[in-house]
């Protein structure tokens, strides 16, 4: 499908490329790689995030990045998302391109480039500047480095595909591995680690056989939270946000667990319940949704099917 995005792109002019809530290194790399890709054939590009970018992806955002962009009659391409909640509250209706690594939501597009396989959207959108024949300069080749090295655990869930095109990468950056590593390194915000610890008191543990998941819920950072649940012990993190209109719900699996378990199929499940979509890995997935009240029954779902997973009844702790 990347052949058909490829030729697809050269026939249009004018466009805007969309990423999901808070963008990631990996989200904002694949989209301002685009832009410039676009801009070498000619075309005209915007670049555009659904509510904000995360504070490290803020570093690789050296041009101007719109945060909730009106579209203005531009052809849409999205990258590193598939699901339409994960870009709210922008208004988006003909989409002509999805390009994401993520299990497939239900965003509707003339063409999508779907492939789970993938470690990373930037070595995705690598193979299409291939396809295009257009020569990544140095700024941009970093910036696909860092989105590579960022969404696959810093290599560790790397494959012999992404370390090759690693390899081409860094030989057309402007930093080596070690400078990137460093750009990559950040201090959690003071209102992060609060999110944390307020996580804390209403945590609640399971035991399923030798495996430790945990559920609360936060008013934002989930996805953060998640993260430093699994550093502190627990196998599965559940992590909800819920909003006066919406619902997030984060969850993050030791890597060791895939074979057992697949994260991004079990918060599949529960679409219907919080009226919205989700998708992922299976070692990291998200949801969002219309519908906070459903927040506890989601995170009994999600325990169940986990339960059925591993054959084993969940004890509170």
């Known amino acids: 499908m990347l052949d058909k ?28 790689a685009l832009k410039k890709i676009l801009e070498k054939l000619g075309k005209k590009a915007r670049t555009g995030v659904a509510e904000s970018i995360s504070e490290v992806a803020r570093k690789f955002a050296s041009e101007d990045v719109e945060t909730n962009p009106e579209i203005r009659g531009e052809t849409i391409v999205v990258v590193d998302t598939s699901s339409p909640e994960q870009l ?14 993520h299990i497939s939501g239900n965003l509707k597009a003339s063409f999508s480039h779907i492939e789970p396989e993938a470690n990373s959207c930037s070595q995705l959108i690598y193979r299409l500047s291939k396809k295009l024949a257009v020569e990544i300069e140095p700024e941009t080749a970093r910036n696909l480095v860092a989105g ?16 090759r095109i690693l390899a081409e990468l860094l030989e057309k950056s ?22 944390v610890l307020k996580s804390m008191k209403r945590l609640k543990s399971y035991r399923l056989g030798d495996v430790l ?48 378990v697949n994260l991004a199929q079990v918060f599949s499940k ?17 949801a969002n949704g219309k519908n906070p009240k459903n927040m ?8 169940g099917h986990i339960e059925k997973k591993l054959g084993e009844k969940a004890k509170e702790l």
């Open 270 to 286: 529960i679409e219907k319940t919080i009226e919205g979509s989700a998708g992922g890995h299976d070692v990291a997935a998200s």
């Open 5 to 32: 995005i490829a030729e697809g792109l050269k026939k249009k002019d004018n466009y805007i490329i969309l990423t999901h809530h808070n963008a990631d290194v990996d989200a904002m790399a694949s989209a301002l």
């Open 148 to 163: 590579i090295v960022y969404d696959t655990a810093h290599l560790r869930r790397a494959d012999p595909e992404t370390f």
């Open 88 to 101: 709210e509250p922008i208004e988006v209706k003909e989409v002509f391109a999805v390009i994401d690594h």
């Open 213 to 260: 998941l945990v559920t609360t819920s936060v008013g934002s950072f989930e996805a953060s939270v998640a993260r430093n649940l699994l550093r502190m012990g627990a196998d599965i993190a559940i992590v909800g946000a819920p909003k006066k209109k919406g619902l997030r719900i984060s969850g993050r699996m030791r890597w060791q667990m895939k074979e057992r």
């Open 174 to 195: 402007d930093k080596n591995y070690q400078e990137i590593l460093e750009i990559l390194k950040t201090e959690i915000d003071v209102s992060e680690k609060i999110a």
């Open 296 to 303: 506890g029954r989601a995170f009994r779902e999600i325990l």
